[in-house]
């Protein structure tokens, strides 16, 4: 199993970044996927979850609005369209997956994801 993040950089506040998670040695259309973050200092956050078949997601309160998580099973990519970013969106981001197929788990804790991604760098500053 593997996860590969990419797409982070610097950018100013207000702008925009997409994510994007590469997978592979796993059928990637039966697992529910999340994004998670951690800013310097802190521990590391929930950001959002989507299921399976890409139907259903949820927000943290903190990005709702201004982020879209999405999925492209034929690819097997996980992605987060980050908008009007603020600098309290800085932090290393992290793609995650759940051994599950649906929402119908406690996707906020992150002790329910069982592989990780190595994590991509993400600045808000201008």
């Known amino acids: 199993v593997d996860l590969v993040e990419s797409g982070g950089g610097l950018v100013p506040p207000g702008g925009s970044l997409t994510l994007s998670c590469a997978t592979s040695g796993f059928p990637f259309e039966v697992f529910t996927l999340a994004w998670a973050r951690q800013a310097p200092g802190t521990g590391r956050e929930w950001v959002s979850v989507i299921d399976s078949t890409g139907t259903r997601a949820n927000y943290a309160d903190s990005v709702k609005g201004r982020f879209t998580i999405s999925r492209d099973n034929a690819k097997k990519r996980l992605y987060l369209q980050m908008d009007n970013l603020e600098s309290e969106d800085t932090g290393v981001y992290y793609c995650?997956?759940?051994?599950?197929?649906?929402?119908?788990?406690?996707?906020?804790?992150?002790?329910?994801?069982?592989?990780w991604g190595r994590g991509t760098q993400v600045t808000v500053s201008s």
């Open positions: 995650a997956r759940a051994p599950d197929a649906t929402l119908q788990f406690n996707y906020r804790n992150l002790d329910e994801y069982d592989w």
